[in-house]
């Protein structure tokens, strides 16, 4: 596996250096957690116009100690606050009832409420689909809601 600075030679990113050397060191020293490492070459050095291979080596570079049996496959991109903030996701969010687990446990910041969405929509999903239909405007039309938003089937479809 290559260091951040020889990838940085290898692609004539010498400007870079002191960035990717910083990096380094502090994935090295555990000082910085390789989604940030990430996100921050994503912001100050990755562009689209730049190579697929560039882009690749440095994100198996960054991710190279990622524990994957503990973690769960590494992300590929992680957005900042401010984009989290303006998606629609994190509109619907704010707005969403849930139940009483989400009602009790949601932080109102969607980043780390996420998990918790998917667990409620996966434990609950007749209120969250409903949510997610009236969100989207599926409802409107009909002459009253459905009673129900997803029926387990008793057998195999064909």
Known sequence: MHTLPAIATKWGLNEHMQLLQ??????QGQQLNASKAWA?????LLSPEQPFELHQQLYAAVYASWQASERGPAPVWVP?????????????????????????????????????????????????????AKELGLQQGLLEPPSC??????SQPD
């Open 80 to 132: 900042d606050q401010q984009t989290v903030q303006q998606t629609n996701v994190a509109r619907f969010m704010k707005q969403f009832q849930g139940d009483l687990r989400w009602e009790a446990l949601r932080t109102a910041d969607p980043s780390q409420d996420w998990p918790l969405l998917q667990e409620v929509s996966c434990a609950n999903p007749n209120v969250f689909w409903a949510a997610v």
């Open 22 to 27: 910083e990096l380094d060191r502090q994935l």
């Open 149 to 154: 938003m997803l029926q387990e089937q008793q």
């Open 40 to 44: 921050r070459l994503c912001k100050e």
